[in-house]
């Protein structure tokens, strides 16, 4: 690759071509508007090409929906509306601060891209640890794809069930461990560049633990009143200062945390449990029933691997590739903070900004349309 | 008009010959300076060795396909185990031939070649991306051997629910290396619509434009909008496997046919990709070859859309026996009865061109005549198969085989070759042999159509398609085929040596060995790695008026007389002639 | 394609046998089509070699013309042809509704497709791999998948239609042509020399059923894993609806020279028990049959029995007197739907099968040769 671009740099010296190429100016374009164009009709196909991808699980999910409307009425319950809201609530904030991002970079203000690109990339960790809470629980319940579903109303939470959460966060763990480590040997060599990058993304990776910590206490919520929400809002607060000082001590005390905290939530889950389980109309066939009936019973309630399988095979299938697209954009907004540390952006080139803001929108606005299909409309 | 007639006083315009140091083979060394290489033209030359290989070893499982077929109980496979092989190899036949074969194989190897030199541009809008979408095509045909090197693969290259679902093979695999491939394919798409709408030189107005590069623009709108769909199935697919999704799978509630639906959402626009870009090059060839402007410019190029777009809305006819409501089947029978007229049209326009031209019976000419003849019964025997009644009837039997070898390789991969050898001396700049060049095309008409004329009698009779075994009854027509393959497969190794001598043996190729008007013509033989050293003068690109044979030299010069004028657009500032 | 001209029908050119109401018109269909195509194709394929030598020019000779376009004349062939694609188009949905539109009255026959084979329902109990009709009468295929899809596909009747699992598709024809049967003379010699070679009868050499009717062949056109290709079997077409009860009558019970074991296997395959009993011990909807003929049963109620040949024909008929305890009281009742000699068959079935039918080692042995047969059964049905 260097070869031939430098082949071609000298290529352009010896045919003389007088066009000034600065650095950000790749050697087939001749202006910066022109690569700027391409650029801006590039991701708006690239954007195009990902909404014809979710509308195929759009599709299913229109599908089965017509196909058996009960199941899905029936199965939404299990979906935690709270945790949903706070997740969409966190992700239009976090395309605000992306478009905040995207002003900073065109008017030079480099300080605050770096601010506003960090504040993106602590929305997505929170999102993310808000959805681990949310896939843990339910992967305990076994409430599963159709193949695996193992949910059973009678005993909704199986004594020996894995830790997922445990396995979920722990990339999690390695990933804050490495950056916090980073940030210490920046710090003691006193490399400027290395601190200024390792900072933003140390807070952002404490804040996947700060999602957890505001999964948690709203799963173990059920609180209508203000001042339980309150109250959740000061744990979420002692939370969070909990995790930053975490992120100082070992991964040992995360883990006791963590482990105390899954049990609360265990415990609210039950109570959430027992009043979806009235919702769902299920009922268990009680000894000295009509026969027949348990069987009618038996065949009308959703709650069983064929019919209510489906609906968390979509359900996982369509908040699964949402989340892959959230972890690409993270690392795409990580790529953009090390540049905007680099002062790389400028009015005239900023265009890399520009481009992941509008992906960071889509991936916004799917969310949009997944919170209410799936979580809302019973 | 002979040389002596070249206007004199004129300005002759020739560029020559490239130095070492300039030709874009040359101008760098060593196997990293090709594999991690931004050029288009070495990526288009790396896709067209990928490809050139997917296609010899799928070449090889189908002849193994027929050597099978040449007795009723199975002439090559034997054991309990035989059936099993056949339907691995027709898979891997099909699956390799679709994904790494013919859908990269005109817009990504010719393609990345020629786009931008016909463009005028100095390379694809974003040269790596295009890098990145040839080593994903590298990483999807590592997944395709994968899954042969595992546990092979049965499922046909459709990938059937609940067949898929339920096979022991490794479908995970190939259905990964499909996925893959598919953005391979969008990454290529994609680029090629922002290089088109961006990247003109000035001069370069849409009607300006070669239609090789209207059909390559028709192409990646389909690209782009429905292998989304695909991915989105496969990976659908895949987790159905993993996780029993219960989707597709009636074992868990699922419906097959959403599968069906899904799949022919994309794969029926995918066999307008393969023969698009086909529709492209056979316009620019016919043009070229009988040096005569092409008929009804605007007329193909509208019809290269309307095909893109229509070719969208009747992926239904392939499942017209699986059950859908008759009201739906009658109208996907409808909508498929429209995209036979813009395929007509072309047809028409291509004669039309070839009345009153000057032809030369060059090997790419032969080519391009074989192509009309094989896609025009291509397309005509799809009318037997649009037609409901009749398709009952001749759905997934040999007619229908028939029927899309016809158009995949009579159509695409002919045009594929004419392409080949109409553009080989710009590519390495060596002419090849053109009695060799000519025998080929000849042997693999007959060839082929010795293969491929008994399966449509084989199929009205009512011989079932993927058939390991078959009655006895049908034993003459499929021994013709086998014949047939046999000489077919004789004429692609006439054309792959023909080309292969060229590289040792071949003379050094003029910069316009056919006389051409579109831009790849203006500039050397193979073009230097900046393609251009300044936006091109753009003309119209099916003038001939001002090219003429230049019998000493043996190649076609153009001639540039006084009253050119400077072109019709005003160029931007920033890069007029002006400044340099 | 401008090989195929206008089909003669019946005689083996392009098409086989017509023999049922949809191949006339898929026939005469077909032929219009392909004559539409001749027309365009021969002036095509004309004009493009005949300009091909015509307008050859040596090298850098000038075209005779540089006409770029005439849009009237472009107009004319982008619209003419349409007219064509209008009638086809109609033509086509008019017969596609025929077969899609079931007359009243048709003949119901159930159909099931699976790896790799067939069987055919024609109520009151009998199955068979083969399929059996009257001529002129409508007969109405009702179809479903055990496994993957399948497709029927009748040359002669030009009919197809897949046969998807999770969803019943329907199919109909009406047969306009007779299968002759063959005269007993050659009949028993082909019985004779299938038994000399080894017992499977061959319907591609004989071109007649083991009962001597001649047949048309019925694919199966929906790829469907390694035997896709031997998933054949034969349509018969009755002359008489006398004959066609006949053959009904005599595949509707055992038959004499067949062993009661292997029946009650077929009938253990066919008539659903397989659906809610295993032999291999796993627990599905019912109790398996590994643990019934001779072992003790405990029922809902508390009291044991060990089960024996008044039980099992009790259960058979009457399922819910005497449920096992641990299991729901699901079962039909197959009272009327079996014979006595099919019960007899079954219980003697259900011994070779059962983990302590008192001959514990021998039945061990029993078991798996029977389940060879099985599999050997399952291939001569397909053929």
């Known amino acids: ?378 | 008009m002979s040389a002596g007639s070249i206007p004199s006083g004129d300005q002759i315009k020739d560029p020559g010959y490239p130095t070492a140091s300039e030709n874009y083979l040359t101008n760098s060394k060593g196997a990293l300076s090709w594999l991690f290489t931004l050029d288009h033209k070495r990526i288009g030359v790396m896709y067209l060795i990928g490809v050139m290989t997917a296609f010899f070893a799928a070449g090889l499982l189908a002849l193994l396909i027929r050597l099978h077929l040449f007795r009723p109980d199975g002439a090559v496979f034997t054991g309990p185990e035989a059936n099993n092989w056949y339907n691995q190899v027709f898979t891997l036949h099909g699956a390799i031939m679709v994904f790494l074969f013919i859908i990269p194989s005109i817009p990504a190897a010719l393609g990345n070649f020629l786009v931008p030199v016909m463009l005028g541009a100095k390379d694809v809008a974003f040269p790596r991306l295009n890098l990145s979408s040839f080593y994903l095509w590298v990483f999807g045909a590592i997944f395709f051997v994968g899954a042969l090197m595992a546990s092979g693969l049965d499922t046909g290259w459709t990938f059937y629910t609940p067949y898929s679902t339920t096979t022991d093979t490794s479908v995970i695999l190939a259905t990964s290396g499909a996925f893959i491939l598919g953005f391979s394919s969008i990454f290529t798409g994609l680029n090629f619509i922002v290089t088109i709408n961006t990247m003109r030189p000035p001069g370069m107005t849409w009607f300006r434009m070669p239609l090789f590069l209207w059909a390559t623009y028709a192409t990646s709108i389909i690209q782009v909008l429905a292998t989304p769909v695909l991915g989105i199935t496969l990976l659908l697919l895949i987790a159905e496997r993993v996780m029993h999704i219960g989707i597709f799978d009636p074992e868990f509630n699922g419906d097959p046919v959403t599968f069906q639906h899904f799949f022919w959402f994309y794969s029926h626009p995918a066999v307008y990709i393969m023969i698009l870009p086909a529709f492209g090059v056979i316009s620019d060839l016919i043009s070229v070859h009988s040096h005569k402007r092409i008929f009804g410019y605007r007329f193909i190029a509208y019809s290269s859309i309307a095909i893109a777009l229509l070719g969208f809305l009747v992926w239904g006819h392939h499942m017209f026996t699986a059950g859908m409501g008759p009201m739906t089947t009658i109208i996907f029978s409808a909508l498929t009865f429209t995209v036979s007229v813009p395929s007509a049209i072309k047809v028409f326009n291509w004669l039309a061109t070839m009345y009153k031209g000057s032809i030369s019976l060059t090997t790419p000419m032969c080519f391009a005549i074989a192509f009309i003849f094989l896609f025009t019964i291509g397309g005509l025997t799809g009318l037997h198969l649009g037609t409901l009644a009749t398709d009952m009837h001749l759905h997934d039997t040999y007619f229908v085989v028939a029927h899309f070898h016809y158009v995949m390789v009579g159509g695409t991969l002919v045009s594929f070759l004419g392409a080949l050898f109409h553009w080989w001396p710009k590519m390495f700049g060596k002419m090849y042999s053109e009695t060799g060049g000519r025998l080929a095309a000849v042997i693999i008409f007959l060839g082929f159509n010795l293969t491929f004329l008994p399966q449509f009698v084989l199929g009205s009779r009512g011989m079932p398609r993927r058939y390991a075994t078959y009655d006895p009854e049908f034993q003459t027509l499929h021994q013709i085929s086998t014949i047939g393959t046999l000489l077919l497969g004789v004429g692609l190794l006439v054309a792959l040596f023909v080309l292969l001598r060229s590289l040792v043996k071949g003379e050094r190729a003029p910069a316009n060995p056919w006389g051409g008007a579109t831009l790849e013509w203006q500039c050397t033989s193979p073009p230097p790695f900046y393609n251009f050293e300044r936006p091109p003068a753009v003309g119209d690109p099916y003038d001939f008026s001002d090219i003429f044979w230049d019998t000493e030299n043996e190649r076609y010069v153009t001639v540039e007389p006084d009253r050119k004028i400077a072109p019709a657009e005003q160029p931007e500032p920033a890069h007029a002639e002006g400044t340099h | ?383």
């Open chain 1, 1 to 378: 690759m260097s070869t031939i671009e430098a082949a071609a740099e000298n290529a352009h010296d010896a045919h003389g071509h007088d066009h000034d190429h600065p650095s950000f100016l790749a050697h087939h374009f001749d202006t910066p508007e022109q690569q700027f164009d391409s650029g801006k009709l590039g991701i708006w196909l690239f954007l195009v090409t990902e909404i014809l991808f979710f509308s195929g699980m759009f599709c299913a999910y229109a599908i089965f929906r017509m196909l058996r409307p009960d199941v899905f009425e029936g199965c939404s319950q299990f979906l935690n509306t709270k945790l949903g809201a706070i997740n969409t609530g966190v992700l239009l904030f976090s395309s605000l601060t992306m478009a905040w991002a995207v002003r900073c970079s065109q008017v030079k203000q480099d300080r605050g891209l770096v601010a506003m690109l960090a504040a993106t990339l602590s929305c997505a960790m929170i999102f993310l640890g808000v959805k681990a809470i949310e896939y843990s629980h339910k992967w305990e319940m076994g409430l599963l794809p159709a193949g695996l579903y193992f949910y059973d109303p009678a005993n909704p939470h199986p004594e020996s069930h894995t830790n997922y959460l445990f396995y979920i966060c722990l990339p999690f763990m390695i990933l804050l461990g490495g950056v916090v480590a980073w940030l210490v040997v920046s710090l003691a060599t006193r490399n400027k560049f290395h601190v200024q990058c390792a900072m933003p993304l140390t807070v952002a990776a404490a804040c996947f633990f700060v999602g957890i910590g505001l999964g948690m206490v709203l799963e173990s919520g059920g609180s209508e009143h203000a001042a339980d929400e309150y109250q959740a809002h000061a744990t979420t607060e002692l939370e969070q200062t909990a995790a930053i000082q975490l992120v100082s001590s070992g991964e040992s005390e995360v883990l006791e945390s963590l482990a105390t905290e899954s049990n609360t939530g265990i415990q609210s889950e039950l109570s959430a449990r027992q009043r979806q389980l009235e919702n769902a109309g299920t009922a268990i066939v009680q000894e000295g029933d009509e026969i027949a009936g348990a069987i009618v019973s038996v065949e009308e309630n959703v709650m069983t691997q064929r019919k209510a399988g489906v609906f968390f095979s979509i359900y996982y299938c369509m908040t699964g590739v949402h989340a892959i697209h959230i972890l690409v954009g993270i690392g795409f907004l990580v790529w953009l903070l090390v540049r905007a540390v680099r002062q790389d952006f400028n009015p005239q080139y900023f265009g890399p900004v520009d481009y992941v803001g509008l992906y960071w929108h889509l991936v916004d606005l799917i969310w949009i349309y997944l919170f209410p299909l799936l979580y809302l409309i019973r």
């Open chain 3, 1 to 383: 394609m401008f090989v195929l001209g206008d089909a003669p029908a019946g005689d083996y050119a392009w098409f086989p046998e017509n023999a049922s109401t949809f191949a006339a018109d898929n026939d005469w269909l077909f032929g219009m089509i392909s004559i539409v195509c001749i027309i365009f194709f021969i002036p095509i394929a004309f004009a493009l070699f005949y300009f091909a030598l015509k307008y050859q020019k040596p090298k850098g000779a000038p075209a005779e013309s540089d006409t770029s376009h005439n849009t009237p004349l472009e107009l004319a062939w982008s619209i003419g042809p349409s007219f064509f694609l209008v009638g086809m188009f109609v033509f086509g949905a008019k017969a596609y509704l025929d077969h899609r539109t079931v007359p009243d009255g048709a003949n119901e026959v159930g159909l099931q497709g699976f790896k790799w084979g067939w069987t055919f329902n024609y109520g009151g109990g009998v199955y068979n791999p083969e399929l059996h009709i009257l001529i002129d009468e409508p007969t109405k295929l009702s179809m479903r998948s055990s496994d993957v899809i399948h497709s029927v596909f009748v040359p002669a009747f030009r009919a197809k239609k897949d046969v998807v699992p999770g969803r019943y598709n329907y199919m109909w024809f009406k047969p306009t042509v007779a299968t002759e049967k063959v005269s007993d003379a050659e009949l028993q010699a082909a019985i004779e020399a299938t038994k000399a070679a080894g017992g499977e009868w061959d319907h591609d050499r004989w071109q007649f059923t083991k009962d001597g009717y001649r047949f048309f062949d019925l694919y199966c056109t929906e790829y469907c894993g390694k035997n896709h290709s031997k998933m054949q079997t034969v349509v018969v077409v009755h002359e008489t609806l006398e004959d066609l009860n006949a053959w009904i009558e005599k595949y509707s019970k055992r038959q004499e020279e067949t062993n009661p074991v292997e029946y009650g296997e077929t009938l253990y395959n066919q008539r659903g028990c397989k659906g809610c009993h295993s032999i291999d011990g796993s627990k599905r909807v019912g109790p398996s049959f590994q643990e019934s003929f001779g072992n003790n049963r405990v029922f809902a109620s508390g009291e044991a029995i060990v089960a024996d040949e008044n039980y099992i024909r009790e259960s058979i008929l009457y399922p819910k007197a005497k449920v096992v305890a641990g299991y729901q009281p699901v079962m039909p009742s197959y009272k009327g739907q079996l014979s006595d000699d099919d019960i007899y068959c079954l219980i003697e079935y259900l011994k070779t099968v059962s983990a302590h039918s008192g001959k514990t080692e021998g039945g061990e042995n029993i078991e798996a040769s029977s389940s060879e047969d099985a599999l050997s059964d399952a291939e001569t049905a397909t053929e």
